[in-house]
């Protein structure tokens, strides 16, 4: 489903649970789920990208930055996920969106921009079109 072994998502072996609320940032490695509420950012450290699943009853106050993000919640605040993007049928997300690949179910809510974050190519140039010279 999401490619390469390197590409899979971390397995959830965090939780924030439902009636819970963290004020500040958190960071993370691995798989993270949330139920409760976070106000602050949430990232993904280390050297795999990351898994974050946010539960129906999750909302999130801040930025989000990590590989494989699955929301099901309310999201005020950018959301980046570098690798892979599921918007659930609950989920309400106020603010931009950057992702490599998307996947969004019927009823999901993005109020922001979408961004692709596709993978650059060194070797595109721009090329200049010049006018035919007539004789």
């Known amino acids: 489903m999401f490619g390469s072994k ?5 397995p959830i072996d965090s939780l924030i649970g439902a009636g819970s609320t963290i004020t500040g940032d958190v960071h993370f490695t691995g798989g993270l ?9 949430i990232k993904a450290v280390g050297e795999k990208p990351g898994t974050l699943v946010l ?4 909302k999130v106050e801040g930025e989000i930055d990590v590989g494989h993000v699955v929301v099901n919640g309310t999201v005020a605040g ?5 690798e892979y993007l599921e918007l659930l049928p609950k989920a309400r997300v106020t603010g931009d969106v950057s992702y490599k690949t998307i996947e969004i179910h019927v ?15 060194q070797a595109e140039k721009v090329l200049e079109f010049k006018p035919a010279v007539s004789s």
Not at 55 to 58: I, R
Not at 108 to 121: P, S
Request: glycine share 14%.
């Open 6 to 10: 390197s590409n899979k998502p971390s």
């Open 33 to 41: 789920r949330v139920d409760g509420c976070v106000i602050g950012n």
């Open 55 to 58: 539960s129906e009853m999750a």
């Open 107 to 121: 009823g999901a809510i993005v109020m922001g921009r979408m961004v692709h974050e596709g993978e650059t190519r």
């Open 78 to 82: 950018p959301v980046r996920a570098k």
